[in-house]
């Protein structure tokens, strides 16, 4: 008997009393039967009995099922079937207290050694989950049908359902698969451990599982509001990504997406300070070869890391320290991607860490801190968004004001529209080729045609698609289209094709599809390189001209047969149509001037000789 229990301390965990558990009446323990509405107390009630009796490493997987080929004379250890043994009794506790409904769902397990305990622990977290999600996306489904849209389809990450086989180059989240290249994505995955590594070894606290245990907190706190931020309805394998593989999974992914954003952002400075030689060098690599990858990933439909991860991983003191070195760079002005990735990632970071450098000044001293340009836009944000390309959609419609002013002009606005279409159908003369174009919204004017009608083209101060009117006005001044800049470069293709993309994945309603609508209006004025000549000139388009002669064929490809649906440049393009200055008023306008010149021209000899005359 000595023997025997010598052996059975040595094959079971010392944590474990193997006969207290035997006797243990579960029922009394834990009197909840677990439902899909009680699971975190039920939850909260087993873990102090699981951790009591010392085999909770049996739940989390510490405590791995033993071999059982190892042998006696009856085939099996006995550290194998001591084992089973204690597995078994804890699934019965876990099998006692669960609803019928979970128990069928429990037993459908398929395993190649049977049911164990973790199993239905897994498969428990799961099916609440799963609950959670779908109660939730009903839930905001429930908003939107109110037409307030408190919760609107945007705030959320998808994939573009109609390019299923579309895989972004490096993969952010868990939306996305293992791409065709094997060899690439063990490059990729090789970079994004060399990254991770690399904080672990160079933080502050000097010990790795004190540095990785900070990280994992940090997104553990902000977890639930993390996965309910991807819709993955189809996607089994997020489904099934337990806790601890969510969590790593954002903070690898996480720090690499922010290291690979605070290199772009450097590039032309000195980056060494946030990118060290001797560090990070698949990373440097990477986009040093393959940059225009990197950024169709980053800006890729689905393939997003929310920005409240980025905002807690930014917390850590390692990434603190990046983000401190950074904060003397300027806003980029002419390169959309570093404009979304400076407001969307840096910026952030930056005010929150001078917001705490300046904690104990007075709330009159902070506000006029952060009343300068530097912080404007990110304090004028009223919808925060979800993601990069969530943020990158709404910079492009516009930070500032636009919203404020598109409610006090669209009522108008669309009223006058079918005013004048009215009063077009009951025109006295319908074969007017003035009304005909008016009421034909399927063709627009280009941009020289519209210069050879006498419309000038006037640039206001940012980018913004909500800002765009036409304004019709009287001689002698002239009428003009207002229209934001059109920023070109490398990258410019890809990251407008994305924000399409990204419309069409959120299921927008036509009226809602913004960017499809813009950029179906800028291709109607952008058809030939004449056309973008013009408004490279009245400062519209903002680029090389290497670039900006490729602006027509890159609208084409991009824009497609779309129509413009959003309101408000339904109701420019209208304008734009109906708008016909007659020919005799151009004449006018140049006789009046060459009345008025010759008239100065007068004036000043006249003046002229009466302070000089003649000896």
Request: glycine share 6%; hydrophobic share 40%.
């Amino acid at each position: 008997m000595a023997s025997s229990s010598s052996d059975s301390s040595t094959l079971v965990p010392m944590a474990v009393d193997v006969s207290a558990i035997y006797f243990c009446n579960i029922k009394n323990l834990v009197p909840t039967v677990l439902d899909y509405t009680n699971y975190t107390l039920w939850r909260e009630l087993f873990l102090p009995i699981f951790k009591g009796y010392g085999v909770y490493g049996f739940i989390d997987g510490s405590y791995p099922c033993p071999e059982p080929a190892i042998g006696d004379e009856n085939g099996d250890s006995v550290a194998f079937q001591q084992w089973i043994q204690v597995d078994s009794i804890i699934l019965s506790w876990i099998q006692a207290t669960i609803s019928q409904q979970i128990l069928q769902e429990i037993i459908l397990i398929k395993s190649n050694r049977g049911l164990t305990c973790r199993d239905a622990w897994l498969k428990i977290e799961q099916l609440i989950h799963n609950q959670n999600v779908q109660k939730y996306y009903k839930h905001n489904d429930q908003l939107d049908v109110t037409g307030k849209k408190l919760l609107h389809v945007r705030n959320r990450i998808c994939k573009h359902s109609e390019k299923k086989n579309s895989t972004p180059s490096i993969r952010f989240g868990p939306l996305y698969g293992p791409g065709d290249d094997e060899i690439q994505e063990k490059k990729i995955q090789a970079a994004k451990d060399e990254v991770w590594l690399n904080i672990l070894r160079t933080s502050p606290a000097n010990d790795e599982e004190v540095t990785k245990g900070l990280y994992v907190s940090a997104i553990r706190s902000i977890e639930k509001e993390a996965r309910e931020s991807y819709i993955a309805n189809d996607n089994i394998s997020f489904l099934q990504l337990t806790g601890t593989e969510f969590r790593m999974m954002m903070i690898k992914d996480g720090c690499f997406f922010i290291h690979l954003a605070l290199f772009m952002l450097v590039e032309g400075h000195n980056h060494r300070h946030v990118l060290p030689a001797d560090h990070n060098k698949l990373l440097q690599e990477l986009l040093h070869n393959k940059k225009q990858q990197c950024v169709a990933s980053m800006f890729h439909v689905g393939n997003q890391i929310p920005l409240v991860v980025l905002k807690s991983l930014m917390k850590q003191n390692y990434l603190r320290e990046l983000i401190a070195i950074c904060g003397s760079l300027k806003r980029p002005k002419s390169d959309l991607a570093k404009m979304a990735l400076y407001e969307f990632v840096l910026l952030p970071a930056i005010v929150e860490i001078e917001t705490e450098k300046r904690s104990n000044c007075s709330p009159h001293v902070l506000q006029f801190l952060f009343s300068g340009t530097k912080h404007k836009a990110a304090n004028q944000m009223q919808h925060q968004p979800c993601d990069l390309l969530h943020g990158f959609h709404q910079l492009l419609l516009g930070l500032e004001n636009n919203d404020k002013i598109e409610d006090e002009q669209g009522v108008d606005d669309s009223d006058l529209v079918e005013t004048d279409l009215e009063a077009g159908r009951r025109g006295a003369d319908s074969s007017s080729p003035i009304l005909r174009r008016a009421g034909d919204l399927s063709t627009g004017r280009s941009a020289s045609e519209l210069k050879q009608s006498g419309i000038k083209f006037k640039v206001f101060e940012g980018i913004g698609i909500k800002g765009i009117s036409f304004k019709k006005r009287y001689y002698p001044f002239d009428p003009y289209l207002a229209l934001p800049q059109f920023l070109v470069d490398a990258h410019s293709k890809v990251l407008i094709q994305s924000l399409k993309d990204y419309e069409t994945a959120q299921n927008f309603d036509d009226n809602e599809r913004e960017v499809t609508s813009y950029l179906r209006f800028m291709h109607e004025l952008i058809q030939t390189s004449e056309d973008a000549k013009v408004l490279h000139l009245n400062g519209i388009i903002k680029g090389s001209w290497k670039h900006t002669e490729k602006v027509p064929r890159m609208l084409e490809e991009v824009a497609g047969e779309e129509e413009v649906t959003c309101p408000k440049l339904r109701l420019a393009k209208f304008k734009l149509n109906y708008f016909d200055r007659p020919p005799w008023v151009n004449l006018m306008s140049q006789y009046f001037t060459l009345i008025f010149a010759l008239t100065v021209i007068q004036t000043f000899y006249a003046v002229l000789a009466y302070h000089r005359p003649n000896s």
